[in-house]
């Protein structure tokens, strides 16, 4: 088993689970996507090969926090349809 390693770290087990920066990525455009209507586009974060797989919407809120209780509803709404 290859040793996942972070600014010379070793990670445990949560840190090579953890979905990472390109994953997050995707969630981002793909729930941009929905938002502003564009579902063709929008599926394609859905293909993002771990995204499905490790990708939470409470892993997207705590990497992008947002002040506005409206804006994260919208967001995590886009996210669910998703199927994150």
Not at 10 to 32: E, N, Q, T, Y
Request: aromatic fraction near 4%.
């Amino acid at each position: 088993m290859a040793v996942a390693r972070r600014g010379g770290r070793r990670l445990g087990r949560a840190g090579r689970a953890s979905p990472g920066a390109h994953v997050l990525i995707a969630m981002i455009a793909a729930a941009a996507h929905v938002l502003s209507g564009d579902a063709t586009r929008a599926a394609i974060g859905r293909e993002c090969p771990r995204a499905k797989q490790c990708a939470h919407r409470d892993d997207f809120c705590r990497a992008f926090p947002m002040k506005s209780d409206a804006m994260r509803v919208r967001v995590l709404q886009a996210l669910a349809q998703l199927g994150f």
